[in-house]
């Protein structure tokens, strides 16, 4: 409006000029008179103040109540309910269905934790492998062990035990001298030997070591002679069972390898321990059916040539090695050579044994078997070798020193290097008992 006083817009845009005498133009003089300025702002603030002491009175039964209704009729507590238990859990309904702890969940539980778990890796995933530990070696009663023995001497069909002084039983050898069985002739502990490389998913051999005269296991066959340390040393994945003989004394008696089927039940038996102490047991399935090298030495051709004769392994006898140890058995030992030309044998001697090497070569001779004198050349099957030894050179550390240091080892090494010894037969194990 022209001429308009900016000052008469009072409360947004509303216009307060007016007519004299008009409502409007009183309120817009009072604007204006200072006495009067605060009128039109009091005339909004009283009636607001009304309404505050109103809300500021206590509220009585009935208006709370009718406050409280809403348009549909419903409460207070019907719109906003108090919290209850069952609203902080979820129902049946609302999360997965627990099952009862039983045996069939703890029986999954188990087999979920069992399971192998894969680690994200660029390497392929191995199979599993036996830890690396040290050789393993220990002494084993077998009851098919040489003694004790209570049968008869093949030789003479007499009783083994043929002395007696009340209670007590003993043996007389042919030296005329008697021992006693709860000394000589009750021991029935093995030596059995596992090298720490030893792998039962390779080629490998059993090496059964009789010993000889006069010797003990732990004193001579362990210690002195050091076998188990000569297989270990050869590299051939091979183990030993050496079973005690005549406990230190002069007698070469076989004992329970004497009778047919002998050496078969003696590996039978020992497969399970080699595969104890290999350290997995289901290993014995394949210890009771593994290839055979027998290595006998002095008094041990006795268990040994019997061993070849009525042993019940068949065709599992790889090879043979006599360390100056023919002494007798001729005729076993030259009918096992002519009947296993897939296996070796081999003999070495010094001035006490020669006379009846000799004589066996010649016998071999006959069978026209060719023969080798000495063991620089490959042993392959069939090989039929025969070594003298030099002077000097004594029977008694002939099991360490005879052509060569450490002959077991020599011969085991030889052997490891023509897989076809070691490889079993391809037309299943021969449990028949030879002659």
């Known amino acids: 409006m022209v001429g308009a006083n900016p000052k008469s817009e009072v409360f947004g845009r509303v216009n307060l000029a007016g007519r004299p005498g008009s409502l409007r133009h009183s309120l817009l003089r009072a604007y204006r008179t200072p006495s ?93 492998q036996r830890p690396q530990h040290d050789d393993e070696t220990a002494l084993i009663g077998l009851k098919s062990s040489a003694f004790p023995y209570y049968g008869n001497n093949p030789r003479t069909e007499a009783p083994f035990l043929n002395v007696s ?24 502990r093995v030596l059995m030997h596992v090298p720490e490389r030893f792998d039962i998913k390779k080629p490998g051999v059993i090496v059964v070591f009789f010993h000889g005269n006069g010797a003990t296991l732990e004193r001579d066959v362990r210690d002195r002679q050091l076998v188990p340390q000569q297989i270990s040393d050869s590299g051939a994945n091979a183990v030993l069972l050496a079973p005690q003989l005549a406990v230190d004394a002069h007698d070469s008696s076989a004992g329970k390898f004497w009778q047919p089927g002998g050496l078969k039940r003696f590996i039978d038996e020992s497969a399970s321990h080699l595969a104890k102490l290999y350290g997995d047991p289901s290993a014995a399935k394949t210890f009771a059916n593994m290839p055979i090298v027998i290595v006998g030495y002095s008094g041990g051709f006795v268990p040994t040539a019997y061993s070849l004769d ?33 296996s070796f044998f081999v003999s070495a001697y010094t001035h006490y044994t020669q006379r009846h090497d000799q004589e066996l070569m010649q016998m071999i001779r ?18 039929v070798v025969f070594v003298k030894t030099p002077d000097g050179v004594t029977h008694r550390d002939y099991v360490t020193h005879a052509w060569t240091d450490k002959p077991v080892r020599e011969v085991l090494a030889k052997m490891s290097l023509t897989p076809s010894l070691t490889r079993f037969a391809s037309s299943g194990t021969d449990t028949s008992i030879s002659r």
Not at 316 to 323: A, E, F, S, T
């Open 36 to 128: 009067l300025r605060w009128l039109p702002l009091l005339s909004l603030l009283i009636p607001l103040s009304f309404t505050l002491v109103q809300y500021g009175k206590a509220p009585s039964p009935g208006s709370l109540a009718a406050n409280a209704r809403g348009t549909s009729g419903d409460t207070f507590d019907d719109r906003f309910p108090r919290p209850q238990f069952k609203d902080r859990f979820p129902t049946a309904a609302e999360s997965f269905q627990q099952r009862p702890a039983n045996v069939a969940d703890a029986q999954i539980r188990r087999v979920v934790q069992t399971q192998p778990y894969r680690v994200a890796s660029l390497s392929p995933i191995l199979p599993y």
């Open 366 to 383: 006959d069978k026209g078997i060719a023969i080798s004198d000495d063991m620089d050349g490959p042993l392959r099957p069939g090989s």
């Open 165 to 188: 002084n009340g209670e007590r039983r003993g043996h007389r050898g042919y030296s005329g001298r008697v021992y006693w069985q709860d000394e000589t002739f009750n021991d029935n």
């Open 310 to 342: 009525v042993g019940g392994v068949g065709n599992r006898i790889r090879g043979v090695m006599l360390l100056d140890a023919v002494y007798g058995e001729l005729d076993k030992f030259a009918s096992w050579i002519a009947n296993n030309r897939s």
